[in-house]
């Protein structure tokens, strides 16, 4: 009796990788985007537009280089959209792009339901003085030519303004600004609410970059353009007094 054969087992293997965000501009010839993967973000993504040059910069966190081609393409189409435009004129063609790019995330298992999911319309604006969302309106269009999207809010904590990126209730990434309750007071002058409000805009329109291995959040230009603020000093001087004081107290 002659030895049996082994069984034939098949394995499954990928004969062509996923193709990259740059081949795909490339068989589309667009040439005013460019893709960066940036680790502060876990499962959204965001753009800018810069209104000089006309280049569009797109951010996406390390697991959606191996995204699908048709995800990719769906990134690359939702980048295309931004522009001159309000985000209500483009809100159906992004929500059905976002659609195809979250329907990804989930099957990867990297959505779960936890504290950075939250309806942006319930954020509150409004303050003592200042309406954060007047502020943002302004600022945007003063120094960024109306070219950033935000959702605005007042923070609990004293000192602590940043800028995040969070998902709402249906999955669709979005900018959030924080700003720290020490400017929700009645004696605080408006360059001083338009000077952390540019500071935080800065984090959208010049977003972190690696170097050397390490995540550079405020790179050379970041720095550059936030000396440009006209009343930058007189801010920095104002919050020291007013930091002073509430370390004080508290």
Not at 23 to 33: F, G, K, N, V, Y
Not at 37 to 62: D, E, F, I, K, Q
Not at 120 to 126: G, L
Request: with cysteine; charged share 25%; glycine share 6%.
């Amino acid at each position: 009796m002659t030895g049996m054969r082994e069984p034939c087992v098949q394995t499954e293997l990928d004969l062509f990788a996923a193709s990259t965000f740059e081949e795909l501009l490339s068989a589309r010839q667009i040439t005013d985007i460019t893709v960066t993967v940036t680790r502060r973000l876990r499962r959204g993504w965001h753009a800018t537009l810069n209104h000089h040059t006309g280049m569009r910069s797109l951010h996406v966190p390390a697991f959606l280089e191996t995204a699908p081609a048709e995800v990719k393409q769906a990134l690359i189409d939702w980048t295309l959209l931004l522009s001159h435009r309000t985000p209500r004129a483009r809100t159906a063609q992004c929500r059905t792009l976002e659609r195809t790019v979250f329907a990804f995330i989930k099957s990867q298992g990297l959505e779960t339901r936890n504290r950075m999911s939250a309806d942006p319309r319930a954020y509150v604006t409004r303050g003592r003085i200042f309406d954060l969302a007047e502020i943002f309106d302004a600022v945007n269009k003063a120094f960024f030519e109306g070219g950033l999207s935000s959702f605005v809010r007042w923070g609990r904590h004293p000192l602590r303004s940043f800028q995040s990126t969070r998902t709402d209730t249906i999955g669709a990434a979005y900018n959030l600004i924080t700003i720290a309750s020490m400017y929700n007071r009645p004696d605080v002058p408006r360059y001083a609410i338009e000077a952390i409000m540019y500071h935080e805009m800065l984090h959208i329109a010049c977003p972190p970059t690696i170097a050397g291995g390490r995540n550079v959040i405020h790179g050379q230009e970041f720095k550059r353009r936030e000396r440009l603020f006209p009343r930058r000093e007189e801010w920095l001087a104002w919050e020291k007094r007013i930091c002073k004081h509430i370390t004080r107290r508290g």
